[in-house]
C-alpha cells in the first residue's frame, strides 16, 4: 500500500499562484509515475499532469505553459506549480501514484479560484 497527503490547496484570486505538494509513505520505494488529477463538482475526474520515474512529463491541454509538475524521488514527492489561475481551474485536486499495476490515491485538497 502507498499513502499520499496532499497540502497546499486553499482560494486565489484569478491570475494568482498555489503550489500543491504530495507526501508518499508506506510501500513508497519503487513508485512509477505519479501525477495530479482534479475534479469540479458534477463533473468527472481529470487527469492534469503526470511525470514518470525519469521524469518525463505530460499535461491536459488546457493547463499547459501554466502548471509544472516535478518530483523528489529521494523524499518520496510530488509537487505541482500552478501559475495563471483562472475559476475554470477551480475543483479538487488528487495526487496519484503507480506501483505494480495498481494506481493509489491521495484524498484530494481543494483548490478554489475567484473571479
Known amino acids: 500500500q502507498v499513502q499520499l497527503v496532499e497540502s497546499g490547496g486553499g482560494l486565489v484570486q484569478a491570475g494568482g499562484s498555489l503550489r500543491l505538494s504530495c507526501a508518499a509513505s508506506g510501500s513508497a520505494i519503487d513508485i512509477n509515475a505519479m501525477g495530479w488529477a482534479r475534479q469540479a463538482p458534477g463533473k468527472q475526474r481529470l487527469l492534469v499532469a503526470g511525470i514518470t520515474s525519469g521524469t518525463t512529463t505530460s499535461y491536459l491541454d488546457s493547463v499547459k505553459g501554466r502548471f509544472t509538475i516535478s518530483r523528489d524521488n529521494a523524499k518520496n514527492m510530488v509537487y505541482l506549480q500552478m501559475n495563471s489561475l483562472n475559476p475554470e481551474d477551480t475543483a479538487v485536486y488528487y495526487c496519484?501514484?503507480?506501483?505494480?499495476?495498481?494506481?493509489?490515491w491521495g484524498q484530494g485538497t481543494q483548490v478554489t479560484v475567484s473571479s
Open positions: 496519484y501514484a503507480d506501483k505494480t499495476r495498481r494506481r493509489f
